[in-house]
Every structure is written in structure tokens, then in C-alpha cells.
């Protein structure tokens, strides 16, 4: 009778971590737009980035962040900050005000956040336009963006899922790229 008390705070205080826990974008895909502009469709492909990110990092443990398969290849942190990496240069690339961090400085989580919150805000900004060429510079094209760091950040959240699969934590199963849901 005494464990009782002890036991309710312990599920009290779960409780009240959960409900504090902050809420990160791209748990599910957004509700997609009712027409299909050149930013729209831009926008998508980032929101199909931000989900297949956001279930390729959930719930990785030290052990997984650590993995790494070969002498010559990157653990799962090295690729994640490769991700982050390549986030601040899409959101660079079409914010003409973003200020990027620097991965060294930061945690697991919170590159993590950051490199969700880039793609959110790159997102929005993609949505809102309708030529995509106000984002070619004097050197590129915006179609090198599709080509070069968006589908290189797509390519190496496929690297995370294989590395957390080959260090014993797969990726969560109930995950639908297809419909940017989980199953139930």
C-alpha cells in the first residue's frame, strides 16, 4: 500500500511530460493544397522530405546515432548532420533573412528540431510563391535545388532508416510514405 503513492506520482509525472513535450512538424504530412502551382508542388516535396526525416529520427537510441557499418562510411549522427547541413543550405537558398546554426554546437534533438523547423519554414516559403525562379541565383537554377540537396536529403533518410535497421531499431512499421500518415 505504501508503493501506491510513489506509483501514482511516477504516472502523474509521465503524464505531465507528455502533455509538456513539444509538438515538432511533420509527424504527418500537411494537408496537401487545393491546386498545384510550381510552389505547391515544390512545397509537397519538402513536406515528404520533413515526414520520411521526422520517422527515420524518431526514437533513435546513442547506440543507433553511433552505428556505423564500415571504416569508410558515416554513423547515423554524421549523416543526420549531413541532413542538417543540407536543410540550412535549402533554407538559405530561398531566405534572403535565415541565419543558419552550427551542427558542432548542437545535440541530437536539437538538430533534429532545427533541421524539421527549416524544413517547415522552407515549405511555407515554396507554398506561397508562384514562380520559382525568383529563387535561381547567379550561379543556379532553382531546379538544381530539386536535384541537388532535396533529393540528397531524401537519399540519406533512406541511409538512416537502413543504419537504425542494421543497429536493431527499425523504422516504425505503421509509417505510410504513401499516405504521409501512420497506420493504425
Not at 32 to 60: C, H, I, N, Q
Request: charged share 25%; with cysteine.
Amino acid at each position: 500500500m505504501k508503493k501506491l503513492p510513489i506509483i501514482l506520482v511516477l504516472i502523474l509525472n509521465t503524464f505531465v511530460m507528455a502533455q509538456n513535450e513539444e509538438k515538432l512538424p511533420f509527424y504527418q504530412i500537411p494537408d496537401y493544397a487545393e491546386t498545384y502551382t510550381p510552389g505547391t508542388v515544390a512545397s509537397r516535396m519538402v513536406d515528404g522530405l520533413g515526414f520520411r526525416y521526422y520517422w527515420a529520427t524518431e526514437g533513435l537510441k546513442p547506440e543507433d546515432l553511433n552505428y556505423k557499418p564500415s571504416e569508410s562510411g558515416r554513423t547515423s549522427k554524421e549523416t543526420i548532420a549531413h541532413i542538417f547541413g543540407l536543410s540550412n543550405f535549402i533554407l538559405k537558398s530561398i531566405s534572403s533573412d535565415f541565419k543558419a546554426l552550427e551542427a558542432e554546437d548542437m545535440t541530437f534533438q536539437e538538430q533534429r528540431k532545427q533541421t524539421l523547423l527549416n524544413f517547415q519554414k522552407a515549405s511555407e516559403l515554396l507554398r506561397g510563391t508562384n514562380d520559382l525562379s525568383k529563387f535561381d541565383n547567379e550561379k543556379f537554377p532553382f531546379w538544381n535545388l530539386i536535384n541537388g540537396p532535396i533529393s540528397d536529403a531524401l537519399w540519406h533518410c533512406g541511409q538512416v532508416v537502413m543504419l537504425r535497421r542494421a543497429s536493431g531499431n527499425p523504422f516504425n512499421s505503421k509509417v505510410s510514405v504513401f499516405s504521409g500518415k501512420l497506420r493504425e
